[in-house]
């Protein structure tokens, strides 16, 4: 029942995003790194003025994870360089358990998982330098092996950006 309500709130989320709003990107594409508790690389790229899809590696418990996200981006009081998004996506990871370092496991051994994700944030781009900086949260839902829902990851992302929109 709970991936359900999961699934219907994400496709929710993708429906209202998918609006008509005429915001002005400074990069089509960056390319940069995520520090928090799923460190890593990312790379988003606008597709419409206003719509992008981010790809992410991260590591975080003795494995990899990887994320495809769908975001709407929109304007903080109409400064293209200061803009606020959400979107929602899936993910794959690949993990090794160990007890002594995972204590909320009760068992050992690797495991693959699938699962939902979403994200909000905000991301500021610089004036003068082609740099960005944001702030989100991605909390996820593994739907497929070790079922659980995860709202720890905040991140803080720095990203090189090139091709003006």
């Known amino acids: 029942m709970k991936t359900a309500q999961l699934v219907s709130f994400a496709v929710i989320v993708f429906l209202i995003g998918v609006n008509d709003v005429h915001a002005q990107r400074d990069y089509r594409t960056g390319i940069g790194f995520r520090a928090g508790p799923m460190a890593g690389l990312t790379v988003k790229h606008f597709i419409s003025e206003n719509a992008a899809?981010?790809?992410?590696?991260?590591?975080?418990?003795?494995?990899?994870?990887?994320?495809?996200?769908?975001?709407?981006n929109n304007d903080v009081m109409k400064d293209s360089r200061l803009n606020w998004y959400y979107g929602a996506g899936i993910h794959v990871g690949r993990w090794k358990l160990e007890n002594n370092i995972h204590p909320w496991f009760s068992e050992d051994g690797s495991y693959t998982s699938i699962g939902i994700d979403g994200i909000a944030g905000m991301e500021y781009c610089l004036v003068d330098a082609p740099i960005s900086f944001s702030l989100d949260w991605k909390p996820m839902f593994n739907v497929i092996n070790k079922t659980r829902f995860r709202m720890d990851d905040i991140g803080l992302t720095i990203r090189v950006f090139f091709g003006q929109a």
Do not use: D, K, Q, V
């Not at 899809?53 to 709407?72: A, C, D, K, P, V």
């Open 53 to 72: 899809i981010e790809l992410s590696m991260s590591s975080r418990w003795n494995g990899s994870i990887f994320h495809g996200l769908y975001e709407i």
